[in-house]
């Protein structure tokens, strides 16, 4: 799916996703000059997480 497709998915901003995308949180592949992502990966990006599960 394209980026502007995936945030408007998950409810953030094409420029949220393109910085997730480039500190290697989202996996994205390129096709000439689009850029495109699964709709898995933008779905479990977006999963909650326990902030007390590493902690010990």
Not at 26 to 40: D, E, K, M, T
Request: hydrophobic letters at 45%.
């Amino acid at each position: 799916m394209s980026l502007k497709e995936a945030a408007d998915r998950v409810g953030v901003s094409v420029k949220t996703l393109r910085r997730r995308i480039a500190e290697g949180n989202l996996p994205a592949y390129r096709s000439g000059r689009i850029i495109r992502v699964r709709a898995a990966d933008v779905d479990e990006m977006m999963q909650p997480v326990n902030p007390w599960a590493a902690v010990k």
